[in-house]
T-cell receptor, first 115, second 114 residues
Framework: DAGVIQSPRHEVTEMGQEVTLRCKPISGHDYLFWYRQTMMRGLELLIYFNNNVPIDDSGMPEDRFSAKMPNASFSTLKIQPSEPRDSAVYFC?????????????FGPGTRLTVT | GDSVTQMEGPVTLSEEAFLTINCTYTATGYPSLFWYVQYPGEGLQLLLKATKADDKGSNKGFEATYRKETTSFHLEKGSVQVSDSAVYFCAPTGSGGSNYKLTFGKGTLLTVNP
């Protein structure tokens, strides 16, 4: 299995621009998680889905952030408009299927820099 | 709410030294407990887990025992290697309806010198 795939790996954008991060979970997994990691705040859960349905979005910072999962093999996290304080590494993780639903498999992350 | 307190880093050791990274948690009920490791420039990887009291998780020479009475899950390794240099995260599962969420600690940076 290829593991969780994220794209792009690096993104540099200017303040005010729209940013879209993409994730392909492991095939057969039915949970998908989006995290943000910064030095100051550590690893924060933004939102998670089960069977493509958002279950808990309480970690989404504000209305500028939105996430979708149109099908079992694809999810996006969008920031519009982006701000410098959004600079972070964003991770997607998936779990479920024949593995324990608690065992999350992380992608390599997208390093976002907003100037 | 659920929370986890992890030993503050950074921790710097010489090769073959003994490692302990403390982790305590608060949770309702009986969470499953995990340690994840993050190598430089990578995402987190599951290192080991324990799902009930007195269980011992182990992997790659690392061990941690689920201590319900002290709500702890301390990570240990008898002899660290340079390749163990990474950030280590303790993570209990959530309780009740948020059982599939993980509450990650702040992470402990370990540096092992040759």
């Amino acid at each position: 299995d290829a593991g969780v795939i994220q794209s792009p790996r690096h993104e540099v954008t200017e303040m005010g621009q729209e940013v879209t991060l993409r994730c392909k979970p492991i095939s057969g997994h039915d949970y998908l998680f989006w995290y943000r990691q910064t030095m100051m705040r550590g690893l924060e859960l933004l939102i998670y889905f089960n069977n493509n349905v958002p279950i808990d979005d309480s970690g989404m910072p504000e209305d500028r952030f939105s996430a979708k999962m149109p099908n079992a093999s694809f999810s996006t996290l969008k920031i519009q408009p982006s701000e410098p304080r959004d600079s972070a590494v964003y991770f997607c993780a998936s779990s479920g299927g024949r593995a324990s639903p608690h065992e999350q498999y992380f992608g390599p992350g997208t390093r976002l820099t907003v100037t | 709410g659920d929370s986890v307190t992890q030993m503050e880093g950074p921790v710097t050791l010489s090769e073959e030294a003994f490692l302990t990274i403390n982790c305590t948690y608060t949770a309702t009920g009986y969470p499953s407990l995990f340690w994840y490791v993050q190598y430089p420039g990578e995402g987190l990887q599951l290192l080991l887990k324990a799902t009930k009291a007195d269980d011992k998780g182990s992997n790659k020479g690392f061990e941690a025992t689920y201590r319900k009475e002290t709500t702890s899950f301390h990570l240990e390794k008898g002899s660290v290697q340079v390749s163990d240099s990474a950030v280590y995260f303790c993570a209990p599962t959530g309780s009740g309806g948020s059982n599939y969420k993980l509450t990650f600690g702040k992470g402990t940076l370990l540096t092992v010198n040759p």
